[in-house]
């Protein structure tokens, strides 16, 4: 099974940006639909970004237009840049891998330990 393992979480600026980034352990992340989620505090997981094994994407609309996920399927590689950050981005961010292209939780089997952004006004 795929593992998964995000970086580039920090403590940023209103208005500041950061990109994450989630390594796969194996080849077959290409052929996996890529999601990140966020947690904050006292809040449920919330879908942030979803993108298909052949690159088509989906945004909440809490972060359309600010942040951009893209993959590299030969770095085994996905990313989320996120920009003109507001302090109500501050979560921890879990990048995830399943078979279908979708925004539910549930149908993502595997997960990242998850990486700390905090966003200060």
């Known amino acids: 099974q795929v593992q998964l393992v995000e970086s580039g979480g920090g403590l940023v600026q209103a208005g500041g940006s950061l990109r994450l980034s989630c390594a796969a352990s194996?080849?077959?992340?290409?052929?996996?639909?890529m999601a990140w989620f966020r947690q904050a505090p006292g809040k449920e997981r919330a879908i942030v970004a979803v993108?298909?094994?052949?690159?088509?994407?989906w945004y909440s609309d809490s972060v359309k237009g600010r942040f951009i996920i893209s993959r590299d399927n030969v770095k085994n590689t996905m990313y989320l840049q996120m920009n003109t950050l507001k302090p109500e981005d501050t979560a921890v961010y879990y990048c995830?891998?399943?078979?279908?292209?979708?925004?539910?939780?549930?149908?993502?089997?595997?997960w990242g330990q998850g990486t700390q952004v905090t966003v200060s006004s």
């Open positions: 993108i298909s094994s052949s690159g088509n994407t």
């Open positions: 194996e080849r077959t992340f290409r052929y996996y639909a």
């Open positions: 995830a891998a399943g078979g279908l292209f979708t925004t539910t939780s549930t149908d993502y089997p595997t």
